[in-house]
T-cell receptor
Framework: EPEVTQTPSHQVTQMGQEVILRCVPI?????FYWYRQILGQKVEFLVS????????KSEIFDDQFSVERPDGSNFTLKIRSTKLEDSAMYFC???????????FGSGTRLTVV | DAKTTQPTSMDCAEGRAANLPCNHS???????VYWYRQIHSQGPQYIIH???NNETNEMASLIITEDRKSSTLILPHATLRDTAVYYC???????????FGKGTRLHILP
């Protein structure tokens, strides 16, 4: 069964450093998403991406965040200057169409120290 | 936030059918009902979705009431591996996202 692949599985970074989280969505999917989950809290929407541009973003997704699909297969989330409160599990997801079910990756655990 | 109401937690005996209710009384005509689950620390997993008709796949059945104000997810023969948080989500057709609520924590008891 096709999977969404995320790397790395765990990243530790110092406060103020830039991090890039990587995702390889399912190849025939057209819609891409990033979500995050702080330990013990709800899964929160960050951003959706379609046709090479952001289609929707949440209040969490401020100027410190950016997304890119650099080469037609990878989908990345960059956090420019990490804060302690950015520590969370980050999930990438993709879907074929706008109203189809999302396939989520297994996540990257980001720890900011 | 998600426009759904779910019980906080439920128990079900292994081998029995697990019936998870969801209230979405303010759903509008073109909004889908989606069900996902999250097994501890893993990424959410899509289960099933529907608009008006009942739906069935290899994982579960989705029963939507005629007025569409509520639905039930049915896991026909629950196993210990079905222990997870189950999310009922109403998909807004103008938005390119789904919003997770708190869900129902389902415990399958041996």
């Amino acid at each position: 069964e096709p999977e969404v692949t995320q790397t790395p599985s765990h990243q530790v970074t110092q406060m103020g450093q830039e991090v890039i989280l990587r995702c390889v969505p399912i190849s025939n999917h057209l819609y891409f998403y990033w979500y995050r989950q702080i330990l013990g809290q709800k899964v929160e929407f960050l951003v959706s991406f379609y046709n090479n541009e952001i289609s929707e973003k949440s209040e969490i997704f401020d100027d410190q965040f950016s997304v890119e699909r650099p080469d037609g297969s990878n989908f990345t989330l960059k956090i420019r200057s990490t804060k302690l409160e950015d520590s969370a599990m980050y999930f990438c997801a993709s879907s074929v169409g706008r109203w189809d079910g999302y396939t989520f990756g297994s996540g990257t655990r980001l720890t900011v120290v | 936030d998600a426009k759904t109401t779910q019980p906080t937690s439920m128990d079900c005996a292994e081998g029995r059918a697990a019936n998870l209710p969801c209230n979405h009384s303010t759903i509008s005509g073109n909004e889908y009902v989606y069900w996902y689950r999250q097994i501890h620390s893993q990424g959410p997993q899509y289960i099933i979705h529907g608009l008006k008709n009942n739906e069935t796949n290899e994982m579960a059945s989705l029963i939507i009431t005629e007025d569409r104000k509520s639905s039930t997810l049915i896991l026909p023969h629950a196993t210990l591996r079905d222990t997870a948080v189950y999310y009922c989500i109403v998909g807004m057709n103008r938005d390119d996202k789904i919003i997770f609520g708190k869900g129902t924590r389902l415990h399958i008891l041996p």
